[in-house]
């Protein structure tokens, strides 16, 4: 683990599509093709990316219709940075970016898929593991098409 202090962290809104592709593969995500990476980085609504010096150590994006629903994915914090409170600062910053723009009288739906047994690190900042009352299972499928043009759900 690195002896980083959490004090050593700052946070921008830009990163590279090899940095993004970078973070993935630390954690041990898919690698995205490259233009499909520019087009998502390009699309999100919010970016937070956690800096070590020069380095991108951390991420979180939100991705949304800008007035209802809004969707938090790539949460990442690379290995050596986590457990420092890297994720938590992350979150938080995405969902204050949502919470500001709330008015009296209005409510927005911010929702994400976590990844396997990280629920209890998302129910801190007020998430719900569905089904959850009369909110059925969250759901997803991989859509990925093969060299020989096939197209298979997984
Ligand atoms: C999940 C992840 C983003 C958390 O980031 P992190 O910087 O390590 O977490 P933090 O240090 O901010 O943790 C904040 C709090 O959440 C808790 N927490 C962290 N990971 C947790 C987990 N997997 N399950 C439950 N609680 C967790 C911590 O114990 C800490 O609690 P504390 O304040 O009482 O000390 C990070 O571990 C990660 O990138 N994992 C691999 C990729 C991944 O799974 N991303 C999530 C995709 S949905």
Redesign the pocket.
């Known amino acids: 683990m690195s002896d980083i202090k959490e004090e050593e962290i700052t946070y921008t809104n830009n990163i590279s599509v090899d940095a993004y592709n970078g973070l993935r593969k630390s954690?041990g995500w898919i690698q995205l093709a490259r233009k499909r990476a520019a087009i998502a980085l390009g699309n999100s609504f919010y970016l937070c990316v956690a800096m070590s010096g020069e380095e991108p150590v951390?991420m979180a994006r939100i991705v949304s219709d800008g007035g209802y629903t809004y969707f938090i994915t790539d949460?990442?914090?690379k290995p050596g940075?986590?457990?420092?409170?890297?994720?938590?600062?992350l979150i938080s910053r995405a969902m204050d970016y949502i919470q500001k723009d709330v008015m009296e009288g209005e409510t927005v739906m911010i929702s994400?898929?976590?990844?396997f047994?990280?629920e209890?690190?998302y129910k801190?900042f007020g998430f719900h593991q569905r089904p959850f009352g009369n909110h059925g299972s969250g759901m997803s499928v991989w859509v990925s098409r093969d060299s020989q043009g096939n197209v298979t759900k997984y």
């Open positions: 954690v951390g949460v990442i914090v940075y986590q457990g420092k409170h890297v994720g938590m600062e994400l898929m976590s990844a047994e990280r209890s690190f801190q």
